[in-house]
C-alpha cells in the first residue's frame, strides 16, 4: 500500500523514509529546502504535487520526521499525530529548552562538569531551523484509525525512541504490516533517549525498561513486514525485534559488571567505560545508553541509586 520515498536530512543519521499512499504522507522530513525539493521531485514523478496531499501522519516528534509538516499544512493537508507529538510539534523550541533546562541539571547530578553539561545539552541550530512549529489537525490515540486509499492505518502508541511515539499498522496480503518510524530499525539499534518527566517537579520516564517492553509486545505480534524510518525494509520482524533485545541484554550485562568491578559509580563514569574517545556532541545519546541500562538493572533489583557528595552513584544491591 505504502511506497518508501527517501528525503535527505542534515543529520548523521542520514536520509529518513516518508512513505506515500494515495493522498496520505508518513513522515514527510525535516523542514529543509534540500528535503522539500527532494519531496517536491517525489511527488511530481507519482504526478502529483503538494497541494495534493491530503493528510500529513507524524510517527514521533523528531524534526527529520516532521519538519516538512508545517509546509504541507499550508498547502492545504490536515496533520494527524499523538497528543503527546501534537504538544511537542505545536512548539518545538520550548520543549527544546525544557529538556535544556532539566538536563543541564540532570547531568551535572550524575558527575558531568557544569561546562560539559551546558555544551551537551545545546542542540546545534540545524534542530530548530528543520523544525518549524506545526499545529495538529487531528490527535490520534492508541487504536485510532485512519483511512487510506480503500483501507486503513491503526495509530498504537509505544514507548523508548521519543515521547508521542506511534506506530500505524495496517493489514496486506501477505498479512500484518507496521509503519514503525524509529522504534525499530534495520542495522542500526534504536536509541532510547532520556526524556525529562512528562511534567516539570515529575518523574523522569525509565524509557529503556518501556522500550524493551514495547519491543517484546511487538516481537510476539508475528508482523510480515516492518517499513522502518531509515534504510531499507525489514523483512524478517521476529528476528530482527530478537537482534535488538540481544543487544540491549548484552550491554545491560556489560554495565552490571562495570557497577559491579568500580563499588559506587556515576552515570558519566558508566558512559566513559563503555565509550571511548567520544566527542561531546555524542555525549547525549551515551548518557541516554547509560542511564537507560543502569534504569533497567535498578528495576530489576540488581543495583541501587543514592547521593553520595550530591552526585548520584550506582552500587550492586546488597
Known amino acids: 500500500m505504502f511506497t518508501r520515498l527517501s528525503i535527505p536530512t542534515p543529520f548523521q543519521v542520514g536520509p529518513v523514509n516518508a512513505y506515500l499512499a494515495g493522498r496520505t504522507l508518513v513522515d514527510p522530513g525535516p523542514g529543509s529546502e534540500e528535503a522539500w525539493a527532494s519531496l517536491l521531485d517525489a511527488l511530481e514523478a507519482r504526478g502529483l504535487g503538494p497541494t495534493d496531499i491530503e493528510r500529513v501522519v507524524v510517527t514521533h516528534p523528531h524534526p527529520d520526521h516532521f519538519g516538512l509538516a508545517h509546509r504541507l499544512r499550508e498547502s492545504g493537508a490536515r496533520v494527524l499525530a499523538s497528543a503527546a507529538t501534537a504538544e511537542i510539534i505545536a512548539d518545538f523550541e520550548a520543549r527544546f529548552e525544557y529538556e535544556r533546562s532539566f538536563f543541564v541539571e540532570f547531568f551535572e547530578r550524575h558527575g558531568m562538569a557544569a561546562s560539559t553539561a551546558e555544551l551537551v545539552t545545546d542542540l546545534p541550530e540545524s534542530y530548530l531551523t528543520a523544525a518549524p512549529d506545526v499545529e495538529t489537525d487531528r490527535t490520534l490515540a492508541d487504536g485510532d484509525t485512519v483511512a487510506v486509499e480503500n483501507a486503513a492505518i491503526t495509530a498504537e502508541l509505544v514507548d523508548g525512541h521519543a515521547r508521542g511515539e506511534t506506530i500505524f499498522t495496517y493489514d496486506a496480503e501477505s498479512g500484518e504490516r507496521a509503519i514503525v518510524g524509529d522504534h525499530v530499525l534495520p542495522d542500526i539499534t534504536p536509541n532510547p533517549l532520556l526524556q525529562p518527566p512528562v511534567e516539570p517537579g515529575g518523574e523522569r520516564p525509565r524509557v529503556l525498561p518501556a522500550f524493551n517492553r514495547s519491543l517484546e509486545r511487538l516481537r510476539d505480534r508475528e508482523f510480515d513486514r516492518l517499513l522502518p524510518g531509515h534504510r531499507e525494509e525489514i523483512a524478517n520482524p521476529t528476528d530482527r525485534i530478537e ?76
Open 243 to 318: 537482534e535488538v533485545l540481544a543487544a540491549h541484554e548484552d550491554r545491560t550485562e556489560n554495565v552490571r559488571e562495570i557497577v559491579a568491578a568500580a563499588g559506587p559509580i556515576t552515570a558519566v563514569e558508566v558512559m566513559d567505560e563503555l565509550f571511548d574517545d567520544l566527542p561531546a556532541t555524542e555525549y547525549f545519546p551515551a548518557m541516554s545508553e547509560a542511564v537507560g541500562h543502569l534504569d533497567v538493572l535498578e528495576v530489576r533489583d540488581e543495583i541501587a541509586s543514592r547521593e553520595q557528595g550530591g552526585v548520584a552513584v550506582w552500587e550492586v544491591s546488597s
